[in-house]
Each structure stands twice: as structure tokens, then as C-alpha cells.
């Protein structure tokens, strides 16, 4: 009722921008269209498509294909294909030929992808690494697949470090990253089905599932999702991920996004859906929950004991990481009955000659300490260590013999940083180092029941959040059937079913023996 009779207003203040923008109708009208018998208007339709000479990389050549007496040409761009195999397979067959009743495909020794007539299809096949060859009189067109884009290989994964288990991590190649899944998963029913997302740059999306374990209700609704966007360009997931997510203007993620195949292809199997895209160098999965986004790829490769602990070491960081600086404000300024004596005059004694209250002494550390990480993070990796050593020690000792921080202050900050580390997804690292400073600010103002305060309201947050339908907390909270791999993580004869939220057509991934 509200947004009913204020939308009207906002729309009335805050008109939509009209701009004059030069038509393209004649453009799009024109790649709607068949290509032409003569041989001359197809060069020139083409020619002026791709502004040839000026595009320095795109590529024309005449010749005549002297075993059928026919005019031809071939058009590709070169910076995007194997010219050797072109001219090796595809020209020097044609000139060389010598039988007179031989047709294009018994002629060329490179295999013909298919035969296009559209020139919007032509258009897109050679923007995207293809070779189109032309002949005189002939309706339709040969087209090869001919792409070699130069890239780097298959390294070892920057930001989900582990210790056991595969290394491998995705590139920016599309196809890598595919054959990566397909060798973790050898299984007829994997599909990988493209979608085209932009109108301009025409990127495509692929997605990864298994047929015989996804449910169709949420493949078709990610499907539509894809489908209603209306941009000209997404050059990568992760910008993806944000016209993707319920509500994008969250602190806390709703899509996992991960740079390993294992931990991809161990969702695929789960019943997930798998996003992925050219030039971009991870994957999305659908949906995540937020115990997804809490475990960490290495956390099944340990046995379990190992593993569990690590996870009760995590959810201990977790805490600290978002509470220990609020604790500390609040109960110095409003709890002071709290602390015990000896400890309360200790504290006394270091913070007599400092002349900031504590709120302020902690924002400052805090703030420090995150220009130490992203200065860290930016400047050329054998610089980050000693920027670290600067900050965090130069620094530190500095501040506290000046008098402007007292120690404690640097173990508590110290304690939430390194705490924060733990959390190995780069989107809930950032939700938890914001939910901080929240933390710190109304600690500041009402002591510890303004942070249960908050607390509970997060929570409520949180139950409230959902990721494609599914809510956050899932299978916990609502409860569904699963292995119950949220906090603790049983052993792998244990983990017998997929997760219920999924509503995978088979649940049951361990049968009994």
C-alpha cells in the first residue's frame, strides 16, 4: 500500500532521462537477413560490418577455387585463430584442388562446424574466433570452428588455499574450465547448457547440472532469471552474481562463488547448478546457503576429527572476529563490574596516559589494520609481507610508546584480524569485517544491550534472507532431510543423502551395504 502511493511521487521527482540516441535499426535490420548469391555484395556487406581495412586484425582474402572455376573468400579475425591451421587446412586444399566435380567439404581437410546463411549468425560466429569461407553462387556459407584465444594455464587457486587435495583451480578459458568439470565428473547426464545473456557484447552463461538430480522447478527458474536480464554487457560472474541475487544491496552473500573445480563439481553432485562464463576465472553455485559459504573446500579432504576440529576453531573465529572489539567497548565504558580488579587496574594503569576514550582508540587500530590488509592485498606480492611487518609491528609499537593506543587495544585488534583470516569466502570475509564496525559503533552508545540488540536483529536478518527459493539457514532452519554436514561433519559412510532443500530427484547418494 505504501510503495503504491509513493511510487507515483518518486517517479513524478525523479523523471526518467531522456536521451537522443542515434539509431540502429538499420543494423539490426540488416544482420535479420539472408546473405546474397553474388559474391561481390556479400564481400561488401561484410567488409562494411567490420570496417575493414580500419580494423587492423580483421582479416579478408580472395582467391579462386580453380577445381569448381568459382570466386571465393574467407573472413575471420586474426588475433582469434589458429592461422596456421587455416592456411594449412582450409586455403591450401582449395587452391591446390584439382578434381573438377568436387564439392567445399571433400575439398578443405579441416572439419566444417556447419553451414550458416543469417549474417547476425555470421556476424556472431566470427566475433567469437570463427572462419567463414564465401563462395561465388552458393546461398550459403562454410563455417569453421577456428578459435585459439591465448590465455594463461590451469595454475593453483589464489584465494581457496588448501593443504590436501587437487590444486587446480579455473583460468579464463571457458572450455578449460568445462573439461575440468568433466574430469572430476564422468557422467552422461552432466549437462552444460549455454545461454545468451547481453543484447551487445552477446555473452553466454553455461550452465552445469546433472540431469537426473536437479530439480527442473529450480533449473527453470534460474533459466528465467537469466533470461529477464536486460543489459548490454556482464563481462564477468561476479558482476553476474549481483543482478543475479535477491537482494544485491546485502551485507552477507546469497551465491557461493568458488575458483575450484572439486568444490564444483562435489556441488553438481549434490544437486546444485553451476554457473559459468568466458573470462572469468571461477564459477557460481545455485542456490547457497549459508553453511556453503561457512565450510571450507579442504574441510572433506581431512579426516574427520581433523576436519571437525578446524570447523569448531572457524565457528570460535567467527565470533571473535564480529564481537570481541564491541565486548571490549562496552564493557569498559558501561560493565566495568564485569572485569576483575586486578585485570581492571591493569587496564587502569595502560590506558592512564592515553587521552581518547576507548571507542575511538578501537575504531582507529581497526581502521588501521584494514589499510594495512588492502595495502597488503594491492601492492606487488613481494612488497605485501613488509607492508604487513610496517603496519603491524613499526606501527603498533609506535602508537603505543606516543601514547595514542593502549596495548590491550593492539591483542584485541590483533585477535579480530587475525580471527577474520579463518573465513576463507571472500564475500562473507567482507560481511563479517563490516558487521564489525556495526558491532563497535552501537557498543559505543548502549554497552552490551545494544549488541545483543543487534545480534538478534542479525539473526532475524539472516532467517530471513533466501538464495533461489531456499532459505539461508537451510537444512537447518527450516529443517529439511540431508547428511547434516552444517557444525559438525560426520564421517563420509554417514553422509548418505543430499541436501532436502534441493528437492533433488534422487536423495539418496550412499545406499547401505
Request: proline residues 5%; contains cysteine.
Amino acid at each position: 500500500m505504501k510503495n503504491r502511493l509513493l511510487k507515483p511521487l518518486i517517479e513524478k521527482l525523479n523523471p526518467e532521462p531522456q536521451f537522443n540516441e542515434q539509431s540502429n535499426a538499420l543494423d539490426i535490420e540488416q544482420k535479420e537477413q539472408d546473405i546474397s548469391n553474388d559474391l561481390d555484395k556479400n564481400l561488401a556487406t561484410f567488409t562494411s560490418i567490420f570496417s575493414v581495412p580500419k580494423n587492423m586484425d580483421v582479416k579478408v582474402r580472395e582467391f579462386t577455387i580453380h577445381s569448381i572455376n568459382k570466386r571465393a573468400f574467407i573472413f575471420f579475425i586474426s588475433t582469434m585463430v589458429d592461422i596456421t591451421n587455416i592456411q594449412e587446412s582450409i586455403v591450401e586444399p582449395l587452391l591446390e584442388a584439382e578434381q573438377p566435380s568436387e564439392k567445399i567439404p571433400d575439398i578443405v581437410s579441416y572439419p566444417i562446424e556447419t553451414t550458416v546463411t543469417n549474417i547476425g549468425e555470421i556476424t556472431e560466429f566470427i566475433t567469437s574466433g570463427g572462419t567463414i569461407l564465401f563462395v561465388e553462387g552458393d546461398s550459403q556459407c562454410y563455417a569453421f570452428q577456428t578459435t585459439k584465444i591465448r590465455g594463461r594455464g590451469i595454475e593453483k587457486s589464489d584465494n581457496e588455499v588448501i593443504v590436501k587435495g587437487a590444486k587446480e583451480a579455473f583460468n579464463e578459458k571457458v572450455i578449460d574450465n568445462i573439461s575440468l568439470i568433466r574430469k572430476k565428473i564422468k557422467n552422461e547426464n552432466l549437462i552444460f547448457e549455454a545461454q545468451l545473456i547481453t543484447k551487445r557484447s552477446k555473452d553466454s552463461v553455461f550452465l552445469a547440472y546433472e540431469k537426473d538430480l536437479v530439480n527442473d522447478e529450480l533449473l527453470q527458474t534460474i533459466k528465467d532469471k537469466l533470461s529477464s536480464l536486460d543489459v548490454d554487457r556482464i563481462i564477468d560472474l561476479s558482476i553476474l552474481e549481483q543482478y543475479l541475487e535477491e537482494r544485491p544491496r546485502s551485507l552477507f552473500p546469497t551465491i557461493l562463488y568458488t575458483e575450484r573445480p572439486d568444490r564444483a563439481a562435489s556441488f553438481i553432485e549434490e544437486g546444485h547448478i553451476v554457473l559459468l562464463m568466458e573470462n572469468s576465472p571461477g564459477s557460481l553455485i545455485l542456490p547457497a546457503t549459508f553453511w556453503a559459504l561457512f565450510h571450507s573446500p579442504e574441510d572433506h579432504y581431512l579426516r574427520t576429527p581433523y576436519g571437525n576440529f578446524i570447523r569448531i576453531l572457524r565457528v570460535i573465529a567467527l565470533f571473535v572476529a564480529v564481537l570481541t572489539s564491541s565486548f571490549y567497548i562496552a564493557i569498559t565504558n558501561f560493565h566495568v563490574g564485569m572485569i576483575p580488579p586486578d585485570l581492571l587496574m591493569a587496564m587502569a594503569g595502560t590506558r592512564e596516559r592515553v587521552p581518547f576514550p576507548s571507542i575511538i582508540e578501537v575504531l582507529m587500530m581497526e581502521i588501521a589494520f584494514e589499510l594495512i590488509r588492502e595495502a597488503g592485498l594491492r601492492v606487488p606480492s613481494p612488497i605485501g609481507p613488509t607492508i604487513g611487518i610496517v603496519g603491524a609491528l613499526i606501527l603498533g609499537q609506535a602508537a603505543v610508546q606516543a601514547n595514542v593506543i593502549s596495548p590491550i587495544v593492539i591483542i584485541v585488534i590483533a585477535l579480530t584480524g587475525l580471527s577474520s583470516f579463518i573465513i576463507s569466502d571472500v564475500s562473507m570475509n567482507f560481511a563479517i569485517r563490516i558487521s564489525r564496525f556495526l558491532f563497535i559503533l552501537v557498543a559505543g552508545f548502549l554497552g552490551v544491550y545494544a549488541v545483543i540488540a543487534l545480534f538478534t536483529a542479525a539473526l532475524f536478518y539472516l532467517v530471513s534472507l533466501k538464495s533461489f527459493g531456499t532459505s539461508y539457514f537451510a537444512p537447518m532452519t527450516p529443517h529439511f532431510f540431508s547428511s547434516k554436514d552444517l557444525i559438525i561433519r560426520h564421517v563420509p559412510m554417514k553422509e548418505r543423502f543430499r541436501p532436502g532443500y534441493l528437492k533433488p530427484k534422487d536423495m539418496v547418494k550412499q545406499r547401505k551395504g
